[in-house]
């Protein structure tokens, strides 16, 4: 079997006697959007710290290109780009000379941190123009994180919550950037909390609620676990007077059923015919990822 670029293996956090994350299993191949989604609490952050080599698990084990995290972590940043739910940047630099302080951390040469800056400003159409980050709007200095997390080239890339906060045109684009960092070849995992910008620029989905997985795989994968297709049957009658088959309400008069039920959707078609009635309309309702989602964390509030 071909080999992940990141492989997960029963990862556990606890904060003295609270259990933050508790037995994470994935794998990302390379060149695949990952995403983790739940609400506040659910331990993304915590888990992205772990996978950043920030905190260290409590229990299990993290690989990175057959690395292992608890042994070779300074390798294994030297090809990770990490970008905190909140970046602090030093506001009185001015965007040119951060990303160059940073690169040069990284031990990248000025001519060369140079060209990246040049590049990255331009695909992430920054225009600082010499102005210190503190004078950045919120959007902007999201892009300046951004750009950080990239100065090393790195092929992983961990991203907590990128879009998040942000005005939608600049979130829309942060997103689409993503998708293009997939194009140009890296593995990228990332944070949200909601499935809405993730459905359509993960290969991968995590749902995660306090701590552990609820689900994980595709939106096809996790479309067909949880997204029951209904059918909503419109008819006519003059009267419903024997009708059993399912709860009925009137809309303008006419009457309507909502079921997930076919047999049901036949036999009132039946039904509504033998009585001299017409259908008005049939329609199949396929629920959002996103629909999927609310119901999936409104069903675990109410389990216990
Ligand atoms: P999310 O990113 O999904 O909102 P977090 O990973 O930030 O969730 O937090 C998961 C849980 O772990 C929360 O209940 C949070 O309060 C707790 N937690 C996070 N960091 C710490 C810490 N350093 N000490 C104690 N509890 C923590």
Known sequence: MEQKIIEVNGLRKEYGDFVAVENLNFSIGKGEIFGIVGPNGAGKTTTLKMLGGLIRPSRGNIAMKGLDMSRDSVEIKSFLGFLPEESPLYEGMSVDDY???????YGVGKSEAKKRIRNLLFDLSLNADGKRIGDLSKGMKRKVAIARSLINDPDILIYDEPASGLDPMTSRYITDY???LKKAGKTVIFTAH???QVESL???????KN??????GTAEHIRQEYGKIQYRLEFRVDNLAGYGLAEVKQVNGDYVIVTDDIDIVNNTTKWVAARGGDIVEMRTIVPSLEDIFLSIM???????
């Not at 409104?298 to 216990?304: P, R, W, Y």
């Open 194 to 196: 909601n499935l809405y």
């Open 298 to 304: 409104g069903i675990e509030l109410f389990a216990d």
């Open 99 to 105: 990303l160059i302080f940073f690169a040069e951390l």
């Open 202 to 208: 993960c290969d991968n989905i995590l749902i995660m």
């Open 211 to 216: 701590g552990t997985e609820i689900i994980q």
């Open 178 to 180: 993503v998708r293009s």
